[in-house]
């Protein structure tokens, strides 16, 4: 197949989505497949477009002027208006389906989705709708909610809120802060004094005017994949400090993951099932994964979806597959495949 790898972009999480599409696209070449690897915000210029999947191509060098132009992408971005770079959807209407590597806003939230069933292009993940709700964290808590699918009990606070106290919604010390609609735990913090608090606050809004607020919940975090309705096996998330950060997420030996994840039968199958209702409560399809804490007395708590997971050397989608036997461009041409 004639496949587009779209990666990159401008959101906060343009780092890990550049390696998310380089490794995906060396895959699915390895595979025997067509890929052209393109940056959502620099796109190309027109002569590769006008080549593309004609010819053999260069995924290392692409990758690495993608890298390059990160240095620059604050500026970039506040210079112009359009956040779809030069060709980007001349390639993709040449493909056949669209990989969709792209991580947190422009990307996961729906936009690049609608826009391309606007245009009839076939693409990698669920829809722009289940994509929208899955990425606003306040939105997610209402679905939960309303599903059954127990979640941590937290509020929505507003930049231009006079009263931005946790207390005013029956929570208390430690609170976990974070941005609405962010990914990869940027801007995240857990807040144990009324100081660490304002703090977070103020990190936190400095990426969005909306923010959520939840009650902490101490214990064991877990991630569960939902592929085709179907959850894959439990891995523990434990990091060797703090909190699974962005730091600690896509730093190799951070993180201590396991998988299986050492658990009950019984428990991992009622994760397994809260993740399958979970996914269906948003209107997800294809595939996604959802994060869990367990407290010590056993109590399952659903976090959030992702739907455009990370797929890099340390992502946990690639762990789990593996646990059942599939190899990381299997996985990938699966992924595809849905």
């Known amino acids: ?9 401008s959101s906060t999480e343009r780092s890990v989505s550049i390696v998310s599409g380089t490794e995906v696209a060396k895959a699915l070449e390895s595979k025997g497949h067509n890929v052209f690897l393109i940056d959502m915000f620099y796109g190309c210029a027109n002569e590769a477009a ?17 890298n390059r132009n990160t240095a620059s992408i604050d500026e970039d971005r506040k210079a112009r208006k359009e956040l779809i770079g030069p060709n980007v959807l001349e390639v993709c209407k040449k493909a056949d ?12 939230d729906g936009k690049v989705q609608a826009m391309f069933d606007l245009y009839g292009i076939k693409y990698s993940g669920t829809g722009y709708l289940s994509s929208a709700i899955a990425m606003d964290k306040a939105l997610t808590k209402q679905f939960f909610n309303w599903n059954k699918v127990n979640t941590p009990s937290g509020a929505e606070i507003h930049k231009t809120d006079k009263d ?10 430690p609170v976990v802060v974070k941005p609405c609609c962010g990914g990869s735990s ?6 144990k004094t009324d100081e660490e608090y304002r703090k977070a606050l103020e990190d936190a809004f400095s ?30 998330i434990a990091p060797v400090e703090g909190f699974y950060d962005y730091k600690n997420k896509y730093n190799a ?22 993740a399958v209702k979970g996914a269906e409560a948003l209107g997800i399809t294809g595939y996604c994964r959802l994060d869990f804490m367990m407290s010590g007395d056993g109590t399952l708590y659903c976090l959030e979806a992702n739907t455009l997971p990370g797929m890099t050397p340390t992502s946990l989608i690639p762990r789990e597959a593996a646990v059942l036997g599939t190899g990381f461009a299997e996985l990938c041409e699966k992924l595809l495949g849905l």
């Open 164 to 173: 931005k106290s946790y207390s005013r919604y029956g929570i208390g010390l």
């Open 97 to 108: 389906v669209v990989f969709l590597a792209l991580h947190g806003s422009n990307g996961e």
């Open 207 to 236: 990426y969005e005017d909306r923010v959520v607020i939840e009650e902490y919940i101490s214990g064991r975090e877990f991630s569960v994949a939902v592929v085709d309705k179907t959850a894959y096996p439990v891995i523990e």
């Open 1 to 9: 197949m004639k496949i587009a790898v779209l990666a990159g972009g």
């Open 50 to 66: 006008a080549s593309a999947f004609d010819k053999s191509f260069d995924i290392a060098a692409v990758s690495d002027e993608m």
């Open 186 to 191: 940027v801007g995240v913090a857990i807040a």
């Open 253 to 274: 030996g951070m993180t201590v993951e396991t998988c299986p994840a050492e658990l009950s039968e019984e428990k991992t199958r009622e994760m397994q099932e809260l």
